[in-house]
């Protein structure tokens, strides 16, 4: 065997090694929890609870907000990334959801679980960063039209 295939065997068999440790450890992780799920999917879902809450506020300003042109563009636009926050939102919970455990046959299910939850991690990731994305885009709308004296210590939507 040449040296270039000896070292991408190697790198192949490394990369295998890795992915069954994530595969592994994310079971037992699933297996010895009280809700049958990892630790960091409990906590992104009570972020994306929270956050979906907040969305809902904002998709519905008070009466005293002002009824120009302007206001009900600037919050058609609001609703919009609202809206799609929302669906995004949904999404994440539903795989989230997918990848509990309960039920009987806990150990066959947990590495079933862990393998599901391995291959998609990057899918939750993506996810995650567009989510960001619209909440950074959303605070900017808002913090101008703060600026702007759309929204008065009085009017406050949350």
Known sequence: MDPLTAISFAGTVVQFVD???????????IYKSISGSLLANEELDLVLTDLSLMVE???????SIGTSAKDAEDQKALVTLCDACLVIARDLQKGL???KVS???RKLESLKQGLRSAWTEGKRRELVER???LK???TTNILVDIRSGYFSA?????
């Open 57 to 63: 506020k904002l998709r519905h300003p008070p009466p």
């Open 103 to 105: 039920g009987k046959h």
């Open 19 to 29: 992915f069954g440790t994530k595969i592994v450890k994310s079971s037992r992780e």
């Open 131 to 133: 989510l960001e994305l």
């Open 97 to 99: 959801n997918d990848l």
């Open 154 to 158: 009085s009017n406050d939507i949350c």
């Open 136 to 138: 950074d885009e959303m």
